[in-house]
């Protein structure tokens, strides 16, 4: 099945420790993006990359870092500098152009 | 500056009935491309829909129906007939990007609960 996989569904980490989230896809796209939903608040835009060794900062990349060594893969850590890193992580791809982008079932990140 | 506005957090409506969800934009772009997203309890957002500035035509899919009004800045979405399983949180999202369709900004979110 083509699609979007991020793993793992649920994470727990204390604080004061790095984690990293895994996002891939089998679906080809050139661009895949990271964002971050918190309750009664939309998605927010963490980083994104439009090429393989390409990524830029969102609207909220602070605390965060991400590579593109594949381009079926995208991970993002959260480092310890991430003041509130507790939310749901959705990662997202897409074709180049203006076409709809493609979302996994996301990573509940819990930090105690 | 760029914002989507959903200004009714949650609706409740019972099997049946149409329920609209609203949503407002801003841009100072004139081209620019709107979108609706669902998202069930699973957690992953399905795309229903993209439309771009320019067309304005109002769309039909199925039991779905879009409003886009360019003098408004709204792109209002309406469930006819709503069933049990349109219950999720529905986001409006813009973008004003043309080479990048998952670049987006999202408005709020209005959670649906449509009970039987």
């Known amino acids: 099945d083509g699609g979007i996989t991020q793993s793992p569904k649920y994470l727990f980490r204390k604080e004061g420790q790095n984690v990293t989230l895994s996002c891939e896809q089998n679906?080809?796209?050139?661009?895949m993006y990271w964002y971050r939903q918190d309750p009664g608040q939309g998605l927010r835009l963490i980083y994104y990359?439009?090429?393989?060794?390409?990524?830029q900062k969102g609207d909220i990349a602070e605390g965060y870092s991400v590579s593109r060594e594949k381009k079926e893969s995208f991970p993002l850590t959260v480092t310890s500098a991430q003041k509130n890193p507790t939310a749901f992580y959705l990662c997202a791809s897409s074709t180049r152009g203006v076409t709809e982008a493609f979302f996994g079932q996301g990573t509940r990140l819990t930090v105690v | 500056a760029q914002k989507v506005t959903q200004a009714q957090t949650e609706i409740s409506v019972v099997e049946k009935e149409d329920v609209t969800l609203d949503c407002v934009y801003e841009?100072?772009?004139?081209?620019?491309?709107l979108f609706w997203y669902k998202q069930p309890p699973s957690g992953e957002l399905v795309f229903l829909i993209r439309?771009?500035?320019?067309?304005?035509q109002n769309e039909i899919s199925g039991r779905y129906s879009w409003n886009f009004q360019k003098s408004t800045s709204s792109f209002n979405f309406t469930i006819t007939a709503s069933q049990v399983v349109d219950s999720a949180v529905y986001f409006c999202a813009l973008s004003e990007e043309h080479n990048q369709g998952g670049k987006l900004i999202f408005g709020q979110g209005t959670e649906l609960s449509v009970k039987p």
């Open positions: 841009t100072r772009d004139t081209t620019y491309y």
């Open positions: 990359s439009q090429i393989v060794n390409d990524f």
């Open positions: 679906l080809n796209h050139d661009a």
């Open positions: 439309r771009n500035s320019f067309d304005e």
